[in-house]
């Protein structure tokens, strides 16, 4: 038995047009989920010191940055055993040191000054205090615990 089938037009362009949009829904969000900020170039107000010495100290030594690098008052973006840092100089004898991953997505967060600012959704943080000055991020920056030794910041 041969069966004539029938396509009703409505429905197909619907579906199309259903399926079309959830296919470029998928490519909007896989794009949102990036979690590679960039770090190469240091954010406008960031401190010349974020490009020399704050991956890793000078001359291999295990601090993550020279003190004398950091203006007070100020920070710049380091590493710490390969993974993103941020580090500040609250004021002439002491540092803090925070994760540089945001709390709302993931993304690399930057030094800026007295600010550390996340470039995928703006959340901006106290580089003294890891705090939250502006959303969307939930929480402060996770605090990495460091203290000063011959100059040097280097991890508790």
Do not use: W
Not at 59 to 74: E, H, N, P, Q, T
Not at 83 to 104: G, N, Q, Y
């Amino acid at each position: 038995m041969d069966r004539d089938i029938t396509i009703n037009p409505v429905i197909a362009r619907r579906t199309a047009l259903v399926a079309g949009l959830g296919g470029a829904g998928a490519l909007a969000l896989a794009a949102c989920g990036s979690s590679g900020g960039s770090t190469a170039t240091p954010p406008a107000g960031g401190s010349a010191a974020s490009a020399s010495g704050a991956s890793g100290g000078s001359s291999g030594s295990s601090g993550i940055a020279a003190l004398d690098s950091i203006k007070v008052g100020s920070s710049i973006d380091a590493k710490l055993n390969g993974e993103p840092v941020l580090v500040s100089r609250p004021s002439a004898d002491a540092a803090a040191c925070f994760s540089a991953i945001c709390t709302h997505q993931g993304c690399i967060v930057e030094a800026a000054g007295k600010q550390f600012h996340c470039p995928c959704h703006g959340s901006i943080y106290n580089a003294m205090t890891g705090a939250v000055i502006q959303g969307p991020a939930p929480r402060p920056l996770a605090k990495i615990p460091v203290r000063i030794q011959k100059g040097e910041i280097v991890p508790n």
